[in-house]
């Protein structure tokens, strides 16, 4: 690969918690000098090994520095130098961007320069859209966020989003920042769940008469990159699928508990939602796989499973109502997922071609998840943290155990890596930043448990990792830090004709496994998984946006800052 022209020391580039130990990754044996701000050399470090990272084929050393006192300090080794700041809010403003990047995804309204300043636009996608089964049936459903980069909207990733802001909000609230200059802000209401309404409203418009949820709301095809308001072509609403419908139960029943202090009404309407939601996943038990329409090419979201999406519906009616019913249901497809005859009748259902995917189900369901695929993993935020131990022996004592199990096995996963990344070197997917972000939610969800403070530094690496202490020398959040990344796969930020994309948006990070023919052609094979990656508008395999990867970030942000 040549040499290495990236600085030999790597930072968090936004700063550092007083509350935590700063962790800086050095590719160098030669000494390490942190200075104060006078000049003065606090810390000397002459012990350091950089060692051979496998996933990006550095030499790199992850140093300790301890607790900093809040300040300025320069870090010296050899020619490099580099300025760290150590402050009590250090993550406060980039969680809140993360909050607000969301604001800047708002679909149906127009962003007004008191709000969006620069990024200011009109309204999108304001036109009716048309069934995509029954053309007759034509409807204006307005709102929700883009997904991603490009302008549709689905709603299994809409859901998982909304569920991560609204547990960060509900496990720790204090973290959360509010005042965001968003349209709701000072109406009494946290900015979180202000901002997470604007996509629950829209949710509950994506519901069918019958209870089902239809899958998504978008074009036949991807739009260029325009701005949103000038993509005109016709949306369509395209079929409903189990798992859309059963994260949007999930979804709206927690929502019913979260916003019930704050507006009684849209509370009910969510929790009927919910219901009614219910209602037709008893009548229509059978999994389906969505497939889609073959001649709608945008994002598919399919899924091979619903087990966790109906696990986690359950769990969470089951805490809105402690009806015995969803307990058994949860119970029950809990345990229906282990069984490996329910994965091969799945199997049967599937067109050839997908079948390569097929070992992806494995038997059992992965509590430790909470990505748009599988969100096992907010169903054990729910046993864990909402029902407790009235779940009983399955919903609070295995799923506890299983849970603190891999989740405890985690922190060798970050001591593996150079960076400290909880990464391991083929879990570099697209959209790598889910995996890391997931694995320190789950580590701070075991330090909730147990009180394991071992975690806490861990799962501080992970939101380090995101701002820039990584191989790549790169802040993946935009307009954060002073390399970051400048040219992500998102059409506003291509299209507005500024320099800076929009701000508070994070990137999907390197991927070497499902790359497009021009990231391989541009960084060969040689280049070492947790490197692939490319700061280029085309590269949506490495460099595209989604919400449901800000919204992760957002919950391990607002855990860390809850800390200060
Ligand atoms: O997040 C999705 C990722 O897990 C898949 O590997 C990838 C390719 O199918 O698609 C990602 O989702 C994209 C979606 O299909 C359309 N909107 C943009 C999403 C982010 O890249
Ligand atoms: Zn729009």
């Not at 200011?120 to 996608?125: L, N, R, S, V, W």
């Not at 769940?193 to 709301?217: I, T, V």
């Not at 993509?231 to 798992?243: G, R």
């Not at 789950?442 to 806490?456: F, Q, V, Y």
């Amino acid at each position: 690969m040549g040499t290495n022209v990236l600085p030999e020391i790597r930072i968090n580039q936004t700063g550092y918690m007083k509350a935590l130990p700063v962790f800086v990754g050095v590719l160098s044996e030669k000494s390490l000098q942190v200075k104060d701000s006078k000049g003065n050399v606090i810390i000397e470090k002459n012990d350091i090994k950089p060692e051979l990272d496998a996933s990006s084929g550095d030499n790199v050393a992850l140093v300790n520095l301890g607790m900093l006192a809040e300040g300025e300090y320069t870090l010296v080794s050899g020619e490099c130098e580099r300025k760290i700041t150590v402050s009590d809010k250090a993550y406060d403003a980039v969680t809140g961007a993360l909050i607000k990047g969301l604001y800047f995804q708002r679909c149906g309204c127009g962003l007004k320069e008191e709000h969006a300043g620069i990024y200011a636009h009109p309204a999108c996608h304001t036109a009716e859209c048309t069934d995509w089964e029954d053309r007759s049936i034509k409807k204006k459903v307005l709102g929700g966020w883009h997904d991603a980069g490009d302008y549709g909207k689905y709603v299994g990733p809409g859901a998982v989003t909304v569920a991560h802001m609204l547990y960060a909000h509900k496990l720790f609230p204090a973290g959360c920042t509010d005042n965001l200059n968003i349209p709701e802000s000072g109406n009494g209401v946290p900015d979180i769940l202000n901002e997470a309404r604007y996509e629950l409203e829209w949710m509950l418009k994506m519901q069918k008469d019958d209870g089902s949820f239809y899958h998504k709301l978008t074009k036949d095809h991807f739009a260029p990159f325009i701005m949103p308001e000038t993509d005109t072509d016709p949306e369509y609403l395209i079929p409903p699928s189990h798992c859309a419908t059963e994260a949007a139960i999930a979804c709206l029943a927690l929502g019913s508990r979260i916003y019930k202090e704050y507006d009684a009404d849209f509370s009910e309407k969510m929790f009927a939602a919910a219901l009614k939601g219910w209602e037709w996943v008893e009548k229509n038990p059978e999994f389906k796989p969505f497939m889609g329409p073959r001649e709608v090419r945008t994002g598919g979201y399919g899924d091979l499973s619903d087990k966790d999406e109906r696990f986690w519906a359950a769990c969470e009616l089951f805490a809105c109502t402690g009806e015995e019913k969803y307990k058994e249901a949860a119970e029950k497809t809990y345990e229906l997922a282990k069984d490996p005859k329910e994965a091969e009748k799945i199997r049967e259902m599937i067109p050839e071609p997908m079948r390569r995917f097929f070992d992806k189900i494995k038997p059992g369901l992965d509590l430790t998840q909470y990505g748009w695929m599988d969100v096992s993993g907010l169903g054990s935020i729910c046993c864990l943290f909402e029902i407790g131990e009235k779940g009983g022996s399955i919903l609070y004592d295995e799923v506890k155990r299983i849970f603190l199990e891999k989740t405890g096995k985690l922190p060798e996963v970050c001591r593996e890596s150079g960076y400290g990344t909880a990464l391991k070197e083929d879990q570099y997917v697209w959209g790598s930043i889910l995996t890391v972000m997931s694995n320190a939610m789950s580590m701070i969800l075991n330090r909730m448990l147990t009180g394991n403070d071992e975690m806490l530094e861990y799962a501080a690496n992970q939101f380090n990792y995101a701002l820039g202490l990584n191989a790549l020398d790169i802040s993946f959040v935009t307009g954060f830090g002073e390399r970051r990344v400048m040219f992500p796969h998102h059409r506003p930020s291509g299209a507005d004709n500024i320099e800076e994309p929009v701000p508070g948006l994070i990137s999907g990070g390197p991927n070497k496994k499902m790359t497009y023919p021009e990231t391989k052609e541009k960084l060969g094979e040689d280049t070492p998984p947790a490197k692939y990656f490319r700061d280029e508008t085309p590269s949506a395999d490495t460099n595209e946006i989604a919400i449901y990867w800000n919204s992760p970030t957002i919950f391990v942000g607002a855990y860390l800052n809850s800390l200060q």
